[in-house]
Nanobody, 118 residues
Framework: QVHLVESGGGLVQPGGSLTLSCAAY????????MSWFRQAPGPERDLVAT????????HLADSVKGRFTISRDNAKNTVYLQMNSLKPEDTAVYYC???????????WGRGTQVTVSS
């Protein structure tokens, strides 16, 4: 059974740091590009960062470039999002996503809340 389990969210002051983790179960993790999305109150879920299957290439949204880093460990079936210099506008529920271009399969985690506030 497929599961993506996010962890590491919480409350942090502006300027602080958090590291999110997403552990994958039930599918061939190394065949999937992994992404982090976030959703503030409202209908839109925005792409934050993507990493390719091997980890060689990454993409970051302009709003987080220079502050966030995405990485993956294929031996541990886990993807990470290192978030530094956090701002109140980073407050959102952060979701892990796995996508395979080979099978067109798309999986989501349940999300973890990140709140940036003093």
């Amino acid at each position: 059974q497929v599961h993506l389990v996010e962890s590491g969210g919480g409350l942090v002051q502006p300027g602080g740091s958090l590291t999110l983790s997403c552990a994958a179960y039930g599918f061939t993790y190394s065949n999937y590009a992994m992404s982090w999305f976030r959703q503030a109150p409202g209908p839109e879920r925005d792409l934050v960062a993507t990493i390719t299957t091997t980890g060689r290439d990454t993409h970051l949204a302009d709003s987080v470039k220079g502050r966030f880093t995405i990485s993956r460990d294929n031996a541990k079936n886990t993807v990470y999002l290192q978030m530094n210099s956090l701002k109140p506008e980073d407050t959102a529920v952060y979701y892990c996503n796995a996508y395979s271009v080979i099978t067109d399969s798309n999986y989501w985690g349940r999300g973890t809340q990140v709140t940036v506030s003093s």
